[in-house]
């Protein structure tokens, strides 16, 4: 009788965690006219910024970007007074987990992983909760992207680029395949109190990893070879889903996770002989191997600044510095958060910091932005104002970078987008209640 109704207890756990897991927001229709946000600083990123300038869109796409008087536009345009405003392109959180995971206590609301250590099948697009709560509250931050990567095993899987607002996965996704993601193991043992397996296990255990990550890409070799000689072999779903990472015209990169000097190294090296196009996500030691880096041109995803220093003779400020050192080094870097996914929203004050501590301020915009764009593969239509590009934009008060700016105005290809979430609800209910005590 106490196991059932602990069983009951816990499924009721999950079906509340559930239901309290859903966005009951309605998605943003298709641009239906045209849009023109006038009187505003437009911080292009690619090019100028233009003060008094105006960006017009239509169809979800950047038509006109420029300095005022606006240019003659047919129809009847939607006219948007931002003076004293700032239009920025919307902020990209290049590494998350945004749509996979909602809240850590309920393993039912978990879905990052497969079970397995080596699943390049898996997309994490498909696995994107449309409903997720997280969402609305990381775009009204004027995060409107993600990069979002499957996790466990030592290839978990593809990642994708989706937009934060949409009914299924498949109007979120910008780029449902956008290269395959890889958890490169600690090459050498690690002395700490907490580990428990000696040298001698450390070792065959990382000797295993490698050599099954490298078993793995000799295998889908070896079938993409095959495929093309013969078209008619069995198609194998596993070693097909790796074909886009492999050497050819539109190669998709591998992210590899890796911090260590002798990680990034190591899984540089392995990448390059085996022609893949690396990104190193995670980096806290990259500029340590700068040259190799910059060398091949191997950008950085940096896993957050909010971070305390990894060795005890390390300074205070390693992590806050980081971006600095890449920069100055000459690689080109992304700046997301290595919080708990509810935290995604707090992805422009990663930057911040790093600007804090010498990170140069048009770079810290770059690297939410443009830069971020660049290494997730959606360059061409996100992460810039341009003539031609996605419009995909916030309208801010301020700094985005800025604790105390707000997002006042988002669209996501044109959809104009409501900022509301949980939250913001919550804060109004309870607003209401003092103001109704008080009166």
């Not at 009721?12 to 009951?24: F, T, W």
């Not at 796409?61 to 007074?81: N, T």
């Not at 000799?218 to 889903?241: F, G, H, Q, S, V």
Request: aromatic content about 6%; overall charge neutral.
């Amino acid at each position: 009788m106490n196991l059932a109704k602990t069983l009951m207890a816990a499924c009721l756990a999950c079906v509340c965690g559930s239901a309290m897991a859903q966005d009951l927001g309605v998605k943003a229709p298709p641009q239906s006219r045209p849009i023109v946000i006038q009187g505003a600083t437009v911080h292009t990123i690619s090019g100028e910024t233009i003060a008094d300038g105006y960006v017009y869109f239509e169809g979800g796409v950047i038509r006109a970007v420029g300095k005022e008087p606006l240019p003659r536009i047919a129809g009847e345009p939607e006219i948007i007074d931002a003076k004293g405003k700032h239009v920025y392109p919307g902020l990209i959180a290049a590494y998350s987990q945004l749509g996979l995971t909602e809240i850590q206590s309920v393993r039912a609301t978990i879905d990052s992983s497969e079970t397995g250590g080596v699943t390049p099948e898996v997309r994490a697009a498909v696995a994107v909760n449309p409903d997720s709560t997280l969402l609305p509250v990381t775009r009204t931050n004027g995060v409107l992207i993600a990069g979002v990567f499957p996790t466990g095993g030592r290839i978990p899987g593809r990642a994708s680029v989706m937009r934060m607002d949409g009914w299924t996965w498949e109007e979120m996704a910008v780029k449902a395949d956008a290269g395959l993601s890889i958890s490169w193991p600690n090459v050498r043992p690690v002395s700490a109190p907490w580990m428990t397996q000696t040298d001698t296990e450390q070792t065959d255990e990382i000797r295993r990893s490698l050599s099954g990550i490298d078993d793995a890409f000799k295998t889908a070799m070896a079938y993409a070879a095959a495929r093309d000689a013969d078209p008619n072999l069995p198609i194998d779903l596993r070693w097909e889903a790796m074909r886009g990472v492999m050497p050819g015209a539109k190669q998709l990169p591998v992210f590899i996770t890796a911090g260590d000097v002798d990680q990034i190294t190591t899984a540089v090296t392995w990448a390059l002989e085996k022609k893949l196009k690396p990104v190193i996500v995670g980096g806290r030691d990259a500029p340590l191997c700068a040259d190799l880096l910059k060398r091949h041109e191997i950008p950085v995803i940096v896993l957050g600044t909010h971070a305390t220093p990894r060795r005890a003779d390390a300074p205070y400020d390693e992590a806050y510095t980081l971006p600095a050192r890449l920069n100055a080094a000459g690689i080109t870097f992304a700046i997301t958060t290595s919080d708990d996914t509810a935290h995604t929203r707090n992805l422009p004050y990663n930057a911040a910091i790093a600007v804090a501590y010498g990170l140069d301020h048009d770079a810290g915009i770059k690297c939410l932005t443009l830069w971020a764009a660049q290494i997730l593969g959606v360059g061409d239509t996100l992460g810039s104002i341009e003539t031609g590009k996605a419009a995909t934009l916030i309208v801010t008060n301020g700094d985005p970078l800025e604790v105390t700016t707000n997002t006042e105005r988002a669209f996501i290809d044109g959809r104009a987008i409501d900022l509301s979430n949980k939250q913001t609800k919550l804060a109004e209910k309870y607003r209401e209640k003092y103001k109704q005590k008080k009166n």
